[in-house]
């Protein structure tokens, strides 16, 4: 899933263009896409420039999904690339500048790391 709603923040639309850019087999996009449709992070609109093909557009839903897309591409930059490998950038569109890192703040600002923050589980208190 990460990938082809990457790839869909990242302007592809037509089943052609995921196919091209994840390799995968027709058969299998087709039914990861169609999931994806299902579950409500993508709908099919006729294309946009009036041809006869159909294009996968994020929904509400699917471009909520930003700021976990976003983690995990500022991740893979940090972890797997070597230093002046190239890659491709996020930035500000009005500014041009690099998004700055995706932070989990707690509800008075400060950043959290994994040993301030907790899971509490249904039943188990506040």
Known sequence: MTRRVRDAFDGL??????QKNLG???????????????????E???AADGGPYQEYLLTEQGRALFPVI????????QWFF?????RARLVDRASGAPV????????DGRVLGPAEA????????A
């Open 13 to 18: 639309r037509r089943f052609g263009q995921f």
């Open 82 to 86: 070597a230093e002046g490998e190239p």
């Open 118 to 125: 907790e899971v509490l589980l249904p039943g188990a208190g």
């Open 100 to 107: 700055a890192p995706v932070e989990v703040r707690a509800a």
């Open 70 to 77: 976003t983690a995990l591409r500022q991740w893979g930059d």
């Open 24 to 42: 995968l087999a027709k058969d299998i996009l087709s039914a990861r896409l169609a999931d994806l449709v299902a579950n409500g992070v993508f």
């Open 44 to 46: 099919l609109a006729p």
